[in-house]
Every structure is written in structure tokens, then in C-alpha cells.
């Protein structure tokens, strides 16, 4: 798949009007930290007042596309009237990529969720669920905000959290969790350090998702005909689907997805069957390679058969397939994939052979990484033992949730899928399906909820964005030093304004009343999970601990077959985003369109059709992200749901 070509830094004599040297890079990491707290802001409002679109659960995040449109718009202006301050390329991609790492942290699946749940057990605590004396005791107070006067602003709105006893209420579990929240996107950023380099350099990965930002920032982009002609097509679309939304006398354009299902066995089994059309989706599967785009719709359907089989057999209802827990299986299968395909590089990174001062392309030396790396983990360690779990649960869930962060960056980096989540499979459900409840103890379980917040379903993870920063930094000309910083600073930044944006607007608008959807259901599942788990105890699951197994040795089944036959279509990671997926009920149909159209493309056109094909695909996902982030402002201004490009 084409990609853009790696860019030289440019030398002090040869930069053009509106470059800029490399010490003027700050200035675009000062504009981004200001934007940060923006972009968090209005996350929040999209994702938890209005509740549409969610922005941050698809990989290329639109209001972070928008932002860089706006940047680019503007830098237009001063190209023309004062060029000195335009922004180059490269500093329009560290913006990029410090909002989408923030954003991503902040997401629907990330911070939303652990806000949530600070005080949920407390607040929700009734004589009926009896959660005082079920697992009160085993909860950290410097974790959790327990104080039911701070929390009844929180709850019941129309208070500020800007007084004494609110802000020291949620001043010590705001800290503590971000002390961890840190050191454990920073263990990502060693970690993408490490793999970096043999992903980019020596396997060269496709990096789909890059695309977009690389181009919209280039010159010529904008001057290209059948770009605008997408650009138009989405925008008119999606206005008047928009305007129906608010009055439903103008008749809309088309549905978003069209549902049907079978009503007689054994096809009842595939419930809802959804054709989903989402431009956007189709502009990002056009930048997918041939291969992994026929495996992402034909495992769907792989999964389907899965469930008629299951009714068939008379097993329907009993868990079978399992296909979370293959999924979970087959992300552990591509990160030792990922990890014998670097073997060497491995090697040589725990030998002397590491370097102990960075070449010019790395941003630290491999002895500084590692160091790094080990101190990151150890506060980790010490975290969680002061919070009561055991050493041994900590080392395997922390082992097996940042193996699947691996692997996730793994799929994006080489699959550029539009989604990835993995709905109720996380580290802790394989473990308690390997050796029950009783064996992890109330003190390991207690912690496992409040960790819901990053293992619930891994659609917004923040190291995927890590990594294709790097990537973009590799191809136009940034010192890759000065995105690390550019990086951790986003993060740091990032953890406190959404903290702000997540605890401020509920103490206004009411977490029950106008945000009732995510601090209420989402804060309440890890609650009532470990309600159930210690009220009633289970044993080792063995069916959904050997489906894991499937999961995993299918995926290295599909890897050598790849390896001996250059013509077989199957990838693993296309299995693995399919698996215990709910996006992919929604994009499976218009993957597929994309996969037609690229196929036909490619065969009657040839290489070069595809590359000129590319800017209209490019504009589908320019277009649909400007109306729809244009949509959620206007919800925001005048307090009134708007159309949501996605479901």
C-alpha cells in the first residue's frame, strides 16, 4: 500500500517561505497544548451530553482531522499576509498527533469511564445491593471520591465543582489516578519506542491511517479536482440528513445502516444483520491493503457461521463461539507474531549490543529506553501492591493487557482498521476464566473494576496513535527526540483537561439527568460485575480458556500459511478486529463495497488509477468529518441534538 515518502530534514539554507528551522517546532507544541483543552472539552460534550457520533471509539478521530482543517485554513491566510508565522508540515503533524493521543486517552473508552466509576460505588450503595458490607472494605479510599456531599453536585447538577470541599474531595483519586494513568501510557510509549523501528523500517507497515493527515497537509492536496468533488458529495449528504434530523419534514438522503434479520432457525442465530453506509468508513477501507479488506468482511461472515452452527448443534445460548474470547486469542497470537518477526532486534536490545547514546534518528538510546521501560512498569508494581492486589496478579494482567496493546498497534500499524474494540475481554476475564474468582481473592477483583475503564472494550487506545506518530515524524522530516516530547507533553496536558472536562460539566449539568448514559451505565457495570463475583463465586471457565486457544494458535495458523503461500487472502489481523467486535456489524457491508471497488480499480486500471483514485476516497473522509464536527458545534451552541455520523 503507497504511503508517503520519507521527507529529509530540511537544512537551514534550503527552507522555503512558511518552513521554519527545527528549534521553531515549539511554537506548534505551545498551539497544540492550547488546543488540547479545547479539543478534551468538546469530546466530552459529543461523547457524554450529546451522545453522538463518538469520535474518539474510530481511529482517525474527526474532531482532531477538523482541528488541523482549521489550522491549515488559517495557516492559508498567513502564508499570504505574514508567512513567517505559516506553519509548516511538520509542524501542523505534531498538532496532529498531540490532539489525537490526548483525545484518544480522554476517549470513550478510556477516562469517560474512570470518572465514572470513582464514586459510583458509593453514591449507588442501597440495602438491596448490599454494597457497603459486599466490597466497601476492599476499596481504596485514595482511589475513590466516597464523600456524599462532594459527590451529590457530581450526581444531581446545577452546582460548580470550583469550591473548597469539592476540589479537595477529588484532588487525591484525581492525582493518584493520574500518576497512573501516566506511568502506564508511558510504558506504551517505551514499549512503541521499542518496535518503532523494525515496524517502520525493516517490514515497512503500511500505516493506512496516517494518510489522511499526511496528505491534507502537503501542498497540492486542496487543489485537487476530484477530491472537492467527495469533499461535496459528503457535505451535501450529510447537511441534508442533518437538517432531517432536526426537521423530519426534509426527507433525508439515505440511512446509516439498514436492518433486517431472519426470524426461523437455525439463521435466527445471527440476530441483526446491519448494511451499514458510512462514507468515511469507505474512504478509510480504500486505503487498506486488497488482502486484509477481503479477510475484515469475510470473517464476518466466518463468525456468522459460527452462530448458525451453534444453533444447529443445539448449543446456542451456552456461550459458543466464544468469539470474544478468540479474539482475545488472536490479538495474544499476533503480538507473538510481532515478537518472533523482531526476534533479532530483541535479541540484540537485551544483549551489550544496545547503544547507550541515540543515533540522530532515535529519540533515546536503547539502554535509556530500557530503563525507561523497567521504571515505568516498577511504579506500576508498587501502585497496585499499595492498593492491595497480589504481585503475581499484577505481573499477568499487566502482562497480558500491554501484550495486547502490542498487538493492537500491531493490526492498526499494518491492517489500518476504521474500529477495533473488543467488547468484555480483558486481561481480567481471561484470568478469571482461567482460574476462577476465589483464587484472584476480593482484593485483586475490587482492583480489576476499577481497571474497566481501559479493558471494557480497547476502541479508544491511545498507543495505536503513539506509534503512527513516530511513523509521521519518520516521513516528514521531524526529529523523532522532539515528537517523544511533543508526546508526553500531550499526555500530561491531556490526563488533567479531561479530568477537568469530566468532573466540571457533571457538577452543572447532572450526571443522572442530561449525562445519564455513561456515568450511569458504564460507571455501574465493573460495580455490578464485582457484585456478582464475590456474591457468587465462579470457577474456572475451561471452554472459554480453550476458545482463547483457538483464537490464538488460528491466528499463527493463518501467519504460516501466508509465510508458504504468497496467494493466501487470510490475515490474522483481520481476524482478530473481527472477533467480539460491534463495529464490524456496522462497517462489514461498506468494507466490502470498498474491497469491490479497489479490487475492480486495481485490475482494469492498474497502480496508477489507484493512485489517482486516492484523493476522492481521501475527500469521502475530509467531507464527513467537517459536516459532522460542524453538526456537534451547532448541538453544542444552541443545546439541541444533532445528526452523529456514526451510530
Known amino acids: 500500500m503507497p504511503h508517503p515518502k520519507p521527507t529529509r530534514s530540511p537544512s537551514k539554507s534550503s527552507l522555503s517561505v512558511g518552513a521554519r528551522s527545527p528549534r521553531s517546532y515549539w511554537w506548534s507544541i505551545a498551539i497544540g497544548l492550547l488546543l488540547i483543552p479545547i479539543n478534551c472539552y468538546w469530546i466530552t460534550y459529543i461523547e457524554l451530553v450529546q451522545y453522538s457520533a463518538q469520535p474518539t471509539i474510530v481511529s482517525l478521530i474527526f474532531t482532531v482531522v477538523f482541528n488541523v482543517l482549521v489550522l491549515i485554513g488559517l495557516n492559508r491566510i498567513l502564508k499570504r499576509f505574514l508567512p513567517r508565522l505559516a506553519l509548516s508540515q ?333 467488547h468484555y475481554t480483558g486481561p481480567e476475564r481471561v484470568m478469571v476464566a482461567a482460574v476462577g474468582t476465589r483464587q484472584l481473592g476480593p482484593n485483586n477483583l475490587s482492583m480489576f473494576s476499577f481497571f474497566w475503564f481501559f479493558t471494557r472494550t480497547f476502541d479508544s487506545h491511545p498507543m495505536p496513535h503513539q506509534l503512527e506518530g513516530f511513523k509521521l515524524a519518520s516521513t516528514s522530516g521531524i526529529r523523532s527526540r522532539f515528537m517523544l516530547f511533543a508526546i508526553l507533553a500531550a499526555l500530561f496536558v491531556g490526563i488533567l483537561s479531561q479530568f477537568w472536562a469530566l468532573i466540571s460539566i457533571p457538577y452543572r449539568l447532572g450526571a443522572v439527568h442530561e449525562m445519564s448514559h455513561v456515568p450511569l451505565i458504564y460507571g455501574a457495570e465493573p460495580w455490578r460485575q464485582l457484585q456478582n463475583w464475590l456474591a457468587h463465586p465462579l470457577d474456572p471457565d475451561y471452554w472459554a480458556l480453550g476458545f482463547t486457544g483457538i483464537g490464538l494458535l488460528f491466528s499463527l495458523f493463518l501467519m504460516l500459511m501466508r509465510m508458504k503461500f504468497f496467494w493466501f487472502p487470510f490475515h490474522p489481523a483481520a481476524y482478530a478486529a473481527v472477533c467480539g467486535s460491534w463495529a464490524v456489524n456496522y462497517i462489514w457491508f461498506t468494507l466490502l463495497v470498498a474491497w469491490g471497488l479497489k479490487l475492480m480499480l486495481l485490475k482494469y486500471g492498474g497502480r496508477n488509477a489507484h493512485q489517482k483514485a486516492m484523493p476522492f476516497f481521501l475527500g469521502l473522509i475530509l467531507g464527513q468529518f467537517t459536516v459532522g464536527s460542524l453538526w456537534t458545534i451547532l448541538g453544542m451552541l444552541f443545546n439541541i441534538p444533532t445528526y452523529g455520523i456514526w451510530p
Open 90 to 422: 511538520g509542524e501542523l503533524l505534531v498538532i496532529y498527533v498531540m490532539l489525537s493521543v490526548a483525545s484518544a486517552t480522554a476517549g470513550h473508552s478510556m477516562m469517560e469511564i474512570l470518572v465514572s466509576t470513582l464514586g459510583h460505588a458509593f453514591w449507588f450503595a442501597t440495602p438491596e445491593n448490599d454494597w457497603k458490607d459486599l466490597f466497601w472494605r476492599y476499596i481504596p479510599r485514595w482511589l475513590a471520591v466516597a464523600d456524599k456531599d462532594v459527590l451529590s453536585g457530581y450526581y444531581e447538577g446545577d452546582s460548580t465543582l470550583y469550591t473548597k470541599q469539592h476540589l479537595l474531595g477529588w484532588l487525591t483519586p484525581v492525582m493518584s489516578w493520574f500518576g497512573f494513568l501516566f506511568a502506564m501510557l508511558f510504558v506504551m510509549v517505551c514499549i512503541t519506542l521499542i518496535v518503532r523501528k523494525p515496524w517502520t523500517e525493516d517490514e515497512k507497515l503500511a500505516y493506512p491511517i496516517i494518510q489522511l493527515p499526511a496528505r491534507m497537509t502537503s501542498e497540492g492536496f486542496f487543489t485537487n479536482r476530484l477530491m472537492w468533488i467527495a469533499f461535496g458529495l459528503t457535505v451535501a449528504f450529510d447537511t441534508i440528513n442533518g437538517l432531517h434530523h432536526i426537521f423530519p419534514a426534509i426527507p433525508s438522503v439515505f440511512e446509516k445502516e439498514y436492518r433486517f434479520r431472519f426470524t426461523e432457525k437455525p439463521f435466527s442465530a445471527m440476530g441483526w444483520l446491519r448494511l451499514g453506509i458510512y462514507p468515511f468508513v469507505l474512504g478509510i477501507g480504500f486505503l487498506i491493503p486488497l488482502d486484509l479488506l477481503f479477510s475484515s468482511w469475510f470473517f464476518f461472515w466466518i463468525w456468522k457461521m459460527q452462530q448458525i452452527t451453534g444453533s444447529v448443534m443445539g448449543i446456542e445460548g451456552t456461550g459458543y463461539p466464544y468469539i470474544n474470547y478468540q479474539g482475545f486469542g488472536a490479538y495474544m497470537g499476533i503480538f507473538l507474531i510481532a515478537v518472533w518477526r523482531g526476534r533479532k532486534y530483541l535479541q540484540n536490545l537485551s544483549k551489550t549490543k544496545v547503544n547507550s547514546t541515540p543515533t540522530r534518528d532515535e529519540p533515546m538510546s536503547h539502554r535509556a529506553i530500557v530503563l525507561a521501560l523497567i521504571a515505568g512498569i516498577a511504579f506500576l508494581i508498587f501502585f497496585c501492591l499499595k492498593a492491595g492486589m497480589s504481585l503475581w496478579a499484577i505481573l499477568v494482567f499487566f502482562g497480558l493487557y500491554f501484550a495486547f496493546s502490542t498487538a493492537v498497534s500491531r493490526m492498526r500499524a499494518e491492517l489500518g482498521s476504521p474500529m477495533h474494540d473488543l
